[in-house]
């Protein structure tokens, strides 16, 4: 009786192990970083911030102070398209499968769309 209550001790001992290092090794493993792209509607925002100041602002303002130091300039027709396909993408209707794939889907299912950093199209 006493032998096989050990063995069970030991192997219950080597698969808390196995856990333990196993979670050890998906916490340090690196996962590639993401874009998080999503169309945003400032005056709705303004309207739901906690803070007065920032609802009395006129919307140009709040604008200028959300998006400081945040914003990347770019122009040509490419950039029109990618636009267009994320804000259609936003609303539900993707333009194909490979942009239905980029959004959230599940618990937090939104208008949100990610691309990985290393990705070219």
Do not use: H
């Amino acid at each position: 009786m006493g032998s096989k209550t050990g063995l069970v001790e030991i192997v219950r001992r080597v698969l808390a192990c196995a856990c333990l290092a196993g979670a050890a090794v998906t916490f340090l493993t690196p996962v590639s970083a993401l874009i998080k792209v999503a169309p945003v509607d400032f005056a709705d925002r303004q309207e739901r911030e906690l803070f007065a100041d920032e609802r009395r602002l006129p919307l140009a303002d709040y604008i200028a102070n959300e998006t400081k130091e945040r914003l990347v300039s770019v122009q040509g027709s490419e950039w029109q398209s990618f636009f267009e396909a994320v804000n259609a993408t936003s609303s539900g209707q993707p333009p194909n499968v490979a942009w239905k794939e980029r959004r959230i889907q599940g618990w937090d299912s939104g208008d949100s769309v990610f691309f990985r950093l290393d990705e070219r199209r």
